[in-house]
């Protein structure tokens, strides 16, 4: 059964740092595309940071660039997000999700795009 999970949130102050972790069964990470997105409340999920297959391009959304750092630990099967500097408007459930396909342009942060999601983790920025 393929599966992901994330681990890592928690409650942070703002200035913090935070590392998620998705964690893959069924799989192997490094034959996809691996994006995180996040969903606060109210709002709609949106794309965060995404890593290419076989560990190739990384991109990251404008919101988050220079705090948030993505990595592939391909031994492990794992794929992190470290995440500093973190502000009140991170404060979100941040998901992982897999595609099947080799993304380009803009089409990482498209929804629709990818197969498999993880549950989420919940991440609060807040003193």
């Known amino acids: 059964q393929l599966q992901l999970v994330e681990s890592g949130g928690g409650l942070v102050q703002p200035g913090g740092s935070l590392r998620l972790s998705c964690a893959a069964s069924g799989f192997t990470l490094d034959h996809y595309t691996i994006g995180w997105f996040r969903q606060a409340p109210g709002k709609e999920r949106e794309g965060v940071s995404y890593?290419?297959?076989?560990?190739?391009?990384?991109n990251y959304a404008d919101s988050v660039k220079g705090r948030f750092t993505m990595s592939r630990d391909n031994a492990k099967n794992t794929v992190y997000l470290q995440m500093n500097s973190l502000k009140p408007e991170d404060t979100a459930i941040y998901y992982c999700?897999?595609?099947?396909?080799?993304?380009?342009?803009?089409?990482?942060?498209?929804?629709?795009?990818?197969?498999?999601w993880g549950q989420g983790t919940q991440v609060t920025v807040s003193s």
């Open positions: 890593i290419g297959k076989g560990g190739g391009r990384i």
């Open positions: 999700a897999a595609s099947r396909s080799a993304l380009s342009g803009n089409a990482w942060s498209w929804l629709r795009e990818y197969d498999y």
